[in-house]
């Protein structure tokens, strides 16, 4: 039980140090190979026809642009 307790004191140990790590670097989290932008692929499945969530991310993305340009239109300068 001794073992157990020590165990997992010291990887709460490591665990808080690399919190502590992290937010004394201020750097946003990354992936060490640029992850899938760098193989060259807007998204993970990268199938022909994408899924139906992917389809309403994509509309409600489209739908936010629209917003935004109407919105850059109108405003007063």
């Known amino acids: 039980m001794q073992t157990i307790i020590l165990a997992f004191i010291l990887m709460l140990v490591v665990v808080v140090g690399m ?3 992290f937010l004394v670097q201020r750097k946003a989290i990354t992936g060490s190979c640029g992850g899938i ?3 060259g692929m ?3 499945c ?3 026809d ?3 969530d992917r389809k309403a991310r994509m509309a409600a993305e489209e739908a936010r642009k629209e917003k935004e340009q109407a919105w850059q239109k109108q405003r007063i300068h």
């Open 19 to 21: 919190a502590i790590g």
């Open 37 to 39: 932008g760098a193989l």
């Open 42 to 44: 807007e998204k993970a």
């Open 46 to 48: 990268d199938c022909d």
């Open 50 to 52: 994408p899924c139906d």
